[in-house]
């Protein structure tokens, strides 16, 4: 049990990225391609839950001054070092090698980058404001650049700064947390917790929010987009992104829910329906 609370599976959530470009390039029906996408989603996996042993490991002592992160197994003395290491490099191997099942070299370079750039921010890159949120907005990038190799679709630029700009909102609201602790005890969850406050990360919230609606809209009304998809109507589903991006702000500042975006997505059921209707009716122009 305390092995799985490191591998952190509610967060394999987030390798659902990898679907993207299946869902955006037309191949919903494609079995080939549904075939490869979840062979990159379980080597993802196994990376991501990687890089979370790592992290457990060199956090370990901030963890233990940490209100929540304190019950995390390595953190409350339940795994040693020795056995998450070990752990870590058993899931990083498997990582690299499940792509070769497709013959898909290309897969295991794009897995081996997201480890490499991990390892830097767990190490030094997360302790400095600014690129630790960029750098997990990168990894999602990363996750449907995954997603584009494993198939063989080829990513438009407009998912591509989407995706970031939507991770990047996610990472921004995230840290909202962290500040709210550290006003609240007066120690800094994170290193760089110090380099954010509220009144910046408010507005960091609501300038990359706004510019990935401003995005959006944009690539519903493109010719290119419109042409491809055959269909004028696609605008009609940013009306689930702008409920989306407003729910999410009010569970963020109102609720201040904001710690744990995977949980907060997996219990909040307004949340759910909205993507859920996003992706029924972008589905149904789409496909029909």
Known sequence: MNILKILRPHQWVKNTFIFIPLFFGGSLFDMADWTSSLVAFVAFSFAASAIY????????????????????????????????????????????????????????????????????????????????????????????????????????????????????????AKRRDDVLIMNETGMAPRKNTSRYNLTFINQAITITGGVMLVCYIMYTVSPEVIERFNSPNLYMTSFFVILGLLRYIQLTVVDERSGEPTRLVLSDRLIQLIIAGWIISFAIIIYT
């Open 53 to 172: 042993s790592i992290n457990d490991i060199v956090d370990v002592e901030a963890d233990k001054k940490h209100p929540k992160k304190c019950k995390r197994p390595i953190a409350a003395g339940l795994v040693s070092k020795r056995q998450a290491s070990l752990l870590a490099i058993i899931l990083a191997i498997a990582a690299l090698a499940l792509p070769f099942l497709l013959n898909n070299w290309m897969l295991s370079v794009v897995i081996a980058v997201y480890l490499a750039m991990n390892l830097c921010y767990c190490i030094r890159l997360k302790h400095y404001a600014i690129i630790d949120v960029c750098i997990v907005a990168l990894g999602f990038v990363m996750r449907i650049v995954a997603g584009g190799v494993a198939t063989d679709i080829v990513l438009s630029r407009w998912i591509v700064m989407m995706t970031f700009l939507l991770t990047l909102f996610l990472s921004f």
